[in-house]
């Protein structure tokens, strides 16, 4: 039913022409789409029933993000719904679920997670960003960057060192800041797929002791995990813009003719179809297995499945987003149609969360650790 209800969203309120109109609007994203996102209860997918929330998982949000992936929909859901989300979920106190957690079940509020660093590549443990205790309130300075949907965010939950070196998992403390705080510089812009991001810069900001989320120095683990939900979540993304290119691409094929009759007869190019059907089925099989896993206790075996579902699924990415465009020909290129358009978002999932170098070293050191 939840994937039966998505599915009819996307189809009648979010076509292709619809999504051309919101990406050429000045916020680049649809908050009349957020609202109805909100009504339809995906906002609170991940938000527990006593926060207003429908207090479902990982598995309801394959579901849903595999339908917005057809979709190739440019709102922060991924961002605000899932992984800020979790963050608030895994590592905030009781009564900062209760303040934030109904607003962003409703739709009220959109949150990001301001992490990553340019200098860290994708090592969630690299924060150079730093946090000093001053008279009972913090003073945060530093750079965050590839920031999702930072400019559009509300609130925005901000990792800074309070203790030991750049590299080190644990001094690690997590806080909540508004957007127009003091010191705070927000740099948004556009990406090649049609998303936003944002670098933030702080400069001498305060922010009080009870905007830290959790204990201080010690939310690496959370952040970890956060992002391990969001990998899966964007796998099952990448998943439903597969099968929307794989299903163009056939239609293509069986309709386009030349030599007089349809091209799909061609043996040759039946061959390059199979081969994008199989890459989609691996990648729509590992997206299960990471929405079973990304909930795991252990951490290592939770990373390791993990980074071998986004090194098939990035694969997939790669061959089935640029066999879709050559199989079109030139016009798989252009604007006009979406295939264009599936295949950036493609190539930017492919290089979110990490890309697949970074894990296969993951996966590769994971199975050393192990012996």
Known sequence: ??????????????????????????????????????????????????????GAGPVETMLVMTSLGRGIVVEPYLSSAVLSTWLLRLAGSDAQRTEYLPALAAGESIAAVAHAESAGRYALNH???????????????????????????????????SAGAVDDETG??????KPDTKGVEIKSYSTLDGQHEAEIILRDVTVPASARVGDEGAAFGAIEHAYDIALAAICAEAVGAMKALLDSTVEFLRTRRQFGQ???????????????????????????FAAIRCLGEDRAERRRALSAVKVTTGRACHYVGQQ???????????????????????????????????????FVNARRANG
């Open 172 to 177: 690690i403390s997590l806080f909540l800041l």
């Open 262 to 288: 349809p091209i799909g007869r061609f043996q040759a190019l039946q061959h390059r179809a199979a081969e994008m059907l199989m890459h989609y089925e691996q990648a729509k099989s590992m997206s299960y």
């Open 127 to 161: 924060v150079d960003t730093r946090a000093e205790s001053s008279g009972g309130d913090y003073k945060l300075n530093g750079r965050k960057a590839f920031v999702l949907h930072g400019g559009g965010a509300d609130v925005l939950l901000v990792s800074a060192r």
């Open 324 to 362: 879709a465009v050559q199989l079109h020909g030139g016009m798989g290129m252009t604007d006009e149609l979406s295939i264009s358009h599936y295949f950036k978002r493609l190539t930017a999932i492919e290089l979110t969360f990490g890309d697949i170098d970074t894990h296969v070293e993951h």
């Open 1 to 54: 039913m939840l994937d039966d209800t998505v599915q009819r969203f996307i189809a009648r309120d979010y076509t292709f022409e619809k999504r051309q109109a919101i990406l050429a609007s000045d916020d680049g994203w649809s908050r009349g789409v957020w609202k109805t996102l909100a009504e339809l209860g995906l906002l609170g997918l991940n938000v527990p029933e006593e926060h207003g929330g429908l």
